[in-house]
């Protein structure tokens, strides 16, 4: 069970790292539809718009449903039969359980999503729906198969990147009757976010003619030169955009020659937040964090992290952002709480122990360690996350029980 948890948890990683700064691509399978045709998002005017579904939570929170956190372990035996058991573990006690099993036999599996008491878990083309409180389900066949990866009270969407049509294709995905809505994106839309609203922030690149195919190496490598990054805010319900701010693709140049480029990070309390690095050649001069406000305005500078690291990266807590990570290396990894405005150094962190994975909605934090000096199984445990920022090393190990419920 420990390492269908670990499994899950690079998963997600992986899929979060799909859209972790504008210039990166969204990960996935390339679908046959394309929006080349599509109405552009400004211009859409639905006859019939849906109603927003609320909060729109990504980064793994989707799978957290107040009481435990939802994930997914594909299992078989050596004559090829395949199942699909949908772990539950319950944050308040540290134990991890079996809800139910699937015998399925999929070729894809996609997320858990957890909300309103409900499951909702993609296996190629069916939906299953499946009750939190006794792991009961209804299947909902679907015209194709769709994983989503963030979601709202009513609908999964699920984002892949088409390299053809240089742009993120968006589907929506209605929880309860399963019907695919292929939604009308910008044009070159690389990045997408979900955080915590009902609306989205995206990003896509403004340039004078269309970009050549990313596959098209050197021809795309010196359009792209001369292309901005448009940040807006996204309405999936009607399509509709707003700008929040634009920048150069590469960053915005200085006098000296060198360049300042933001990576977004994520929003918490009505505002924006961002990391920046000022590089010039192979390594960085500068780097820090800065916010604006839901509009694009009232920059503000972050104060100086406590110790040296550029990589800087974010945790969500309930489809927000909460703490702001950093450093590199032994002893040089801190915490900035978005909810206290104050630095935390984490100096008994290391990549491999102590190493926070996920905030859940009660206050805990999954940390990771390394069994056995790397030699043995990861292991997985829980810890306040008050006690966690204060520098306490005492996390209670997570508990596996049944593998299966009628074990």
């Not at 899950?8 to 996935?28: I, N, R, W, Y």
């Not at 004559?79 to 894809?108: E, H, M, W």
């Not at 300042?260 to 990391?275: C, E, T, V």
Request: negative net charge.
């Amino acid at each position: 069970m420990k390492r269908a948890l670990f499994f899950l948890l690079a998963l997600a990683v992986c899929l979060s790292a799909c859209t972790s700064a504008p210039e990166s691509e969204a990960g996935g399978e390339v679908m046959d539809a394309t929006v080349e045709n599509a109405v552009p998002a400004e211009e859409s005017a639905p006859s019939a718009a849906p109603v927003a579904g609320g909060a729109i939570w990504g980064d793994n929170c989707q799978a957290d449903s107040g009481h435990a956190w939802y994930t997914v372990n594909p299992v078989g035996d050596e004559n090829g039969v395949r199942q699909v058991q949908l772990l539950r573990l319950d944050y308040n006690t540290g134990k991890q359980d079996c809800l139910c099993t699937i015998d399925a036999s999929p070729q894809q599996v996609g997320e858990s999503l957890a909300r309103d008491g409900m499951v909702y878990l993609v296996l190629d083309q069916t939906l299953y729906r499946i009750s939190e409180e006794d792991g009961q389900m209804e299947t909902v066949p679907l015209e194709r198969p769709v994983f989503p990866m963030i979601a709202d009270g009513t609908y999964g969407y699920d984002y892949t990147f088409d390299a053809g049509a240089n742009n993120i294709q968006l589907s929506r995905l209605d929880l309860q009757t399963g019907e695919i809505t292929l939604l009308p994106m910008p044009a070159q839309t690389q990045g997408i976010w979900a955080v915590g609203k009902p609306r989205l922030l995206v990003c896509n690149l403004a340039t004078d003619a269309p970009l050549p195919s990313v596959e098209q190496g050197e021809q795309y490598a010196a359009a792209i030169q001369s292309a901005d990054c448009v940040y807006s805010w996204y309405d999936p319900a009607t399509g509709a955009t707003e700008k929040l701010l634009e920048e150069p693709y590469y960053g915005v140049e200085l006098e000296d020659g060198s360049r300042r480029h933001r990576s977004f990070l994520g929003m918490a309390n009505g505002r924006l937040y961002f990391s920046w690095v000022v590089s010039k050649g192979e390594g960085p001069l500068d780097y820090g964090m800065e916010s604006c406000d839901a509009n694009g305005q009232d920059w503000q500078a972050l104060p100086d992290a406590p110790v040296e690291g550029e990589a800087i990266w974010s945790l969500q807590q309930q489809g927000k952002c909460r703490w702001v990570l950093g450093g590199r290396g032994t002893g040089a990894y801190w915490i900035y709480d978005l909810t206290t405005g104050q630095y935390h150094e984490m100096p008994h962190v290391t990549a491999i122990d102590y190493w926070p994975c996920q905030l859940f909605q009660n206050g805990k934090v999954l940390l990771k360690f390394d069994g056995e000096n790397g030699q043995g199984e990861l292991i997985y445990g829980l810890m306040d996350g008050d006690a966690y920022l204060a520098g306490s090393t005492d996390w209670t190990p997570i508990e596996d029980a049944a593998t299966s419920p009628e074990a």
